[in-house]
């Protein structure tokens, strides 16, 4: 878990150095998906000896594919082309929280007090992120509301893949939302202007780790250790993934970090220790 979160993490900046490098955004999100169904299918049929969908589950596995990879690329990768990489990871960071919300909402369940002052806390971090971002400029503002967008859309994938998940195991199911990705990729990716040629190979580098590492192998580790500890233990390892991306975002991009930034970061982080408190009953 802690190698899971720690490159799921140096993804923002492996995406970054990518889209610097020559590609654009849906580009780079086809060939990463492309690389990734690649890996996935093989290791899903060497492990499970099959790569089954029923037929029922062919409308909602695409729908999961479009919200979780398509959708979520499109808003993340082009907000990470206007906003620093701390900004966006910091901000995705609170989709535990807009979940748990949403889920309150939707099914009508009862929030506890520290569960509802961890929601207020993490919202004013975020608002707070999103503020700091105005001071950057336009731009960065812009990209700052690309990745809200984003979490908003991974919201709604949690949502549509819920009732696949009892069907399928982690890596079935990521292997098909992988292929049926490509089919909406595609059509998004080719109405950019994007000279193949030109991109350096460290920018093909990191395509291929954004792949072969945090596509495939990541999520093929991440579902084998979900067997092995509970979803409270699971959720607390989610706080590596911005804290790496922090120390990335400055030590390998020279980002820089405002106060701002840093106590709305912190809020966040510190808001998912608090809505997954239990009391001593529980």
């Not at 190698?3 to 150095?17: E, P, R, T």
């Not at 506890?112 to 992120?129: A, E, N």
């Not at 950019?192 to 920018?203: K, R, Y």
């Not at 982080?269 to 009953?281: A, C, D, E, Q, Y």
Request: proline share 3%; with cysteine.
């Amino acid at each position: 878990m802690v190698f899971v979160n720690v490159m799921w993490g140096l993804s923002f900046i492996a995406s970054k150095h990518a889209m610097n490098a020559g590609f654009t955004p849906m580009m780079l999100a086809l060939f990463r998906y492309i690389v990734a169904s690649a890996c996935l299918v093989p290791i899903t049929l060497i492990t499970e000896k099959r790569l089954r969908l029923r037929r029922q589950d062919i409308i909602p596995m695409l729908l999961s594919g479009l919200t979780g990879i398509t959708f979520y690329y499109f808003f993340e990768y082009h907000g990470i082309q206007r906003t620093s990489t701390v900004n966006a990871s910091l901000i995705l960071a609170a989709i535990p929280i807009l979940t748990m919300l949403a889920e309150a909402v939707v099914y009508r369940t009862r929030l506890r007090p520290t569960q509802i002052v961890g929601s207020v806390i993490s919202m004013v971090g975020v608002g707070m992120i999103l503020f700091s971002g105005s001071n950057e400029g336009q731009a960065s503002i812009v990209g700052d509301l690309l990745i809200m967008g984003a979490s908003v859309v991974w919201v709604l994938y949690i949502f549509i893949s819920r009732r696949l998940r009892g069907q399928y195991t982690s890596l079935g199911m990521n292997s098909w939302q992988a292929l049926t990705a490509l089919v909406t990729l595609l059509p998004l990716a080719v109405t950019e202007e994007c000279n193949l040629a030109a991109i350096p190979w460290d920018g093909w580098a990191a395509m291929a780790v954004l792949a072969v590492i945090c596509s495939a192998w990541c999520y093929y580790l991440y579902g084998n250790a979900l067997y092995e500890m509970s979803p409270l233990a699971s959720a607390i390892f989610i706080n590596l993934i911005p804290l790496t991306t922090m120390v990335g975002g400055v030590v390998l991009l020279g980002e820089k970090l405002t106060w701002l930034t840093v106590v709305g970061g912190a809020m966040v982080i510190g808001s998912i220790f608090l809505v997954n408190m239990r009391s001593k009953k529980e």
